[in-house]
């Protein structure tokens, strides 16, 4: 601990005091102010008054806040003139500013008319001015985490983050792990190496102090749900056009359930059907028909549910919006169930580079599974004008987050 | 004997490797990053990593004392060739809709088992007639898991994956000693060749399989598969599953006779579903012991912990 004389002699005290000079000192640090209180007149003429009394900080009783005054000597515990007034901010100070009040009392043995220096109460006001760092904001996507630092010039140390899972914690430095003194950083995370988890709190720590660090906490709201490194295997709407020649009797069914025989090729059929949808040449797009004109008992003769085909208007998944190519994708479980509608997810290579932010728009059943070695499975909606699955093998694993989750 | 399967991935690997009657396994040190060698005595397997990359098919094969069974490619076509040793060698075309192949094996009977994706998320099951060159039987499925001693394919009935509501798991069994026709209990008529409604139903019992249909379903009715595919006990005797319903789960154990005769118990254990919901709990290990069994119900919500339980045989109630 380091202190500060204020520059002034004793018995001069009072100029230094006055309440509209402030003294500034951070935690860790302590300030003497000289005091003489000298009695006028009274029985003894002009002396030195031992004063007795406990110094207010901020309206308290000392100590408070972390700080202590204490006059010394100490009246209260020998009878010696009193000559200074010593402030002290330990390492746990609370920043702010303080009015401190010496209200004490004279040797009730002589009472004193007056005195010269200074008259009681006695007040100053003192700033403990310390450190602070805070989190300006998170961003995930971006991999951006913005961090300013507030202190005295001279204030430096290394700025730490830890991200705050459940069972997780991931850390992350400014300028490398150097020092670093007041200003704005921006920290990335290394995100490829996250585990997965649910973050839901990101710690500062600004070591400018080795025992009284400024830290600060700032909420992740949305969480951000890290699902590690995740398969992401890939679907398609099969195009007519690109299948291979050959066709065969089919039914095309409107809304009503008006079945109307027709053609269409061959394996586009079949690829409706595994697939769920497919772009026809004739008629737009055509989906499995299952059980939205009833049982089969229902359909006309011929008619069955891997020749019949409901028209739409759209490709749609299960949240009932149109799919997007490269951008919406299959989750289990249902996203429209758990109100994960629309929740967007960053794919982050190894090399802890953005390769795409999707939108979970449909259910894949399938991805309860098949993680391949990976932590999960996710389906991607691609725009692949092929007649089947065979252009549209899996997209790879990336590691992946849910940026926005639950906030639809 | 203490069967222990860790992963999903590795349950048609497991069930292969009990088919060896417990021949030491080694993966072979020169295997590519994207297939993986199964090697005991005298019988080789080649199966693919399980990823989905149709245009870059592994090289799959089987090969025992028998019979070797090798994937061809060419211009875009794939068939299966079989050489049987004094036999002549044979080969079968495996059909266009087929856009991967994962593994090709021997099972009972002298057939083989073709397995494959017509997608990302939908099987392919072929059964080859090894005798005469021939395709036995065809049909869309789910995480179909084979039985140790090969008899059996355990899987979920097919469904369309995208753009279709109200999807429901329905279980089944496949017995690979039986035709096709033998194998579609619940159909009439011509109806080997349906490669939708394939299997005997194994649970729930009281559903109507009959007539019950696996898409329109509502989300409250819906069966849901919520483990990493089928458990197989190592004498093939029994699988084990979890099924999601209402809003609780049962870990579902299916007895199997040699018959193909199934019966069905079930214990709820929704005891260890995680916070965010019972949609999330997916048990992804499976200890068979003595008297029970231990899995492992993992969140498939980051950040919740992981559950276990024991549950005695004497526990688990026959399914109705």
Redesign the interface.
């Given at each position: 601990m380091f202190g500060i004389t204020p520059a002034h002699a004793a018995g001069e005290s009072i100029d230094a005091v006055t309440p509209d000079v402030t003294y500034t000192i951070n935690p860790g640090q302590y300030i003497i102010f000289s005091f003489k209180w000298v009695c006028n007149g009274g029985l003894s003429g002009p002396y030195n008054e031992p004063v007795t009394g406990t110094p207010y900080m901020g309206g308290q009783l000392s100590p408070y806040n972390g700080l202590t005054a204490t006059l010394s000597p100490n009246p209260g515990t020998s009878n010696v003139d009193t000559e200074s007034l010593t402030i002290t901010a330990a390492n746990n100070a609370v920043p702010g500013t303080y009015p401190i009040v010496v209200d004490g009392v004279g040797n009730p043995a002589e009472p004193c008319p007056t005195y010269t220096y200074p008259q009681f109460p006695q007040t100053l006001t003192l700033v403990v001015q310390g450190a602070t760092v805070t989190i300006n904001s998170a961003d995930l996507v971006g991999n951006n985490i913005t961090v300013t630092t507030q202190g005295g010039s001279g204030t430096s140390g290394t700025l730490v983050l830890t991200a705050h899972?459940?069972?997780n914690t991931v850390t992350a430095s400014a300028n490398n792990g150097a020092a670093v003194g007041p200003g704005t950083y921006h920290i990335s995370l290394d995100r490829p190496n996250i585990p997965?988890?649910?973050?839901t709190t990101i710690t500062a720590q600004w070591n400018w102090n080795a025992t009284n660090p400024a830290t600060t906490t700032y909420t992740l709201s949305p969480s951000w749900?890290?699902?590690?490194l995740v398969?992401h295997?890939?679907?398609n709407t099969p195009v007519e056009s690109a299948c291979?020649p050959g066709t065969e009797t089919a039914y095309v069914v409107d809304s009503n359930c008006t079945f109307t025989q027709t053609t269409l090729n061959t394996?586009f059929a079949?690829?409706v059907?595994?697939?769920?949808?497919g772009q026809s040449s004739s008629y737009g797009i055509l989906?499995?028909i299952?059980?939205?004109c009833g049982?089969l008992s229902k359909f006309p003769a011929g008619a069955t549910?891997?020749n019949s085909f409901l028209k739409v208007s759209a490709?749609?998944?299960?949240c009932g919006t149109a799919?997007q190519p490269g951008i919406s994708e299959?989750t289990?479980?249902?996203p429209k169930?758990?109100r994960e509608c629309g929740d967007n997810r960053v794919l982050v290579t190894s090399t802890n580079a953005n390769e795409a932010i999707k939108s979970a728009d449909?259910?894949?059943?399938?991805?309860?599974?098949?993680?391949?070695?990976t932590d999960?499975h996710i389906?991607n909606y691609v725009s692949s004008q092929a007649c089947?699955?065979?252009?549209?093998?899996?997209l790879g694993n990336f590691w992946t987050a849910n940026t926005n989750h639950g906030s639809h | 004997m203490t069967t222990f399967y860790t992963?999903?991935?590795k349950v048609m690997k497991s069930a292969y490797q009990a088919f060896v009657a417990g021949a030491i396994i080694a993966a072979t040190a020169i295997a590519p990053a994207w297939a993986q060698d199964v090697s005991a005595s005298s019988v080789q397997v080649r199966v693919s990593?399980?990823?989905?990359?149709?245009?870059?098919q592994q090289a799959i094969s089987y090969e025992d004392q028998d019979v070797v069974l090798k994937l061809l490619q060419e211009s875009g076509k794939s068939s299966v060739q079989i050489d049987w040793t004094g036999r002549p060698r044979r080969e079968v075309t495996v059909p266009?809709?087929i856009?991967q192949v994962d593994s090709i094996q021997r099972v009972v009977n002298e057939r083989a088992l073709l397995l494959g994706?017509?997608?990302?998320?939908?099987s392919a099951v072929m059964v080859l007639d090894l005798k005469s060159g021939s395709v036995s039987d065809y049909f869309?499925a789910?995480?179909p898991a084979m039985s140790p001693d090969s008899h059996f394919l355990a899987f979920v009935r097919f469904?369309?994956?995208?753009?279709?509501?109200?999807?429901e798991?329905q279980y089944r069994l496949y017995d690979l000693s039986k035709t096709a026709s033998e194998n579609r209990p619940l159909l009439t008529g011509k109806a080997s060749d349906d490669t939708?409604n394939v299997g005997q139903p194994v649970y729930p019992a009281d559903t109507g399989e009959a007539?019950r249909?696996n898409?329109?379903v509502a989300?409250d009715q819906a069966h849901?598969?919520?483990s990493?595919?089928f458990f197989w006990a190592s004498n093939s005797r029994r699988f084990i599953f979890a099924d999601e319903h209402s809003g609780r789960v049962a870990l579902v154990m299916v007895g199997v006779e040699g018959s193909g005769r199934v019966t069905a118990k079930a214990a709820d254990i929704s005891r260890l579903c995680p916070a965010s919901?019972c949609?999330?709990l997916?048990v992804d290990k499976v200890i068979y012991t003595a008297a029970g069994i231990t899995i492992r119900a993992k969140s498939?919500?980051?950040?919740?912990?992981d559950k276990s339980a024991h549950i005695e045989f004497s526990k688990l109630a026959a399914v109705k």
């Open positions: 899972g459940a069972s997965m988890d649910t973050y749900v890290v699902y590690g398969r295997s890939q679907y291979t394996n079949k690829q059907y595994v697939n769920g949808t989906k499995y299952g059980t939205a049982p549910k891997k490709v749609t998944g299960s799919l299959a289990y479980p249902n169930v758990k449909d259910y894949c059943p399938d991805c309860r599974k098949d993680f391949n070695g999960g389906d089947s699955a065979n252009a549209v093998g899996d | 992963s999903p991935e990593d399980g990823s989905f990359h149709p245009d870059h266009d809709e856009a994706h017509v997608n990302a998320s939908v869309m789910s995480d469904y369309p994956p995208h753009s279709v509501d109200g999807v798991d939708d007539s249909e898409t329109g989300e849901r598969l919520t990493q595919g919901g949609e999330y997916s498939l919500h980051p950040g919740e912990p």
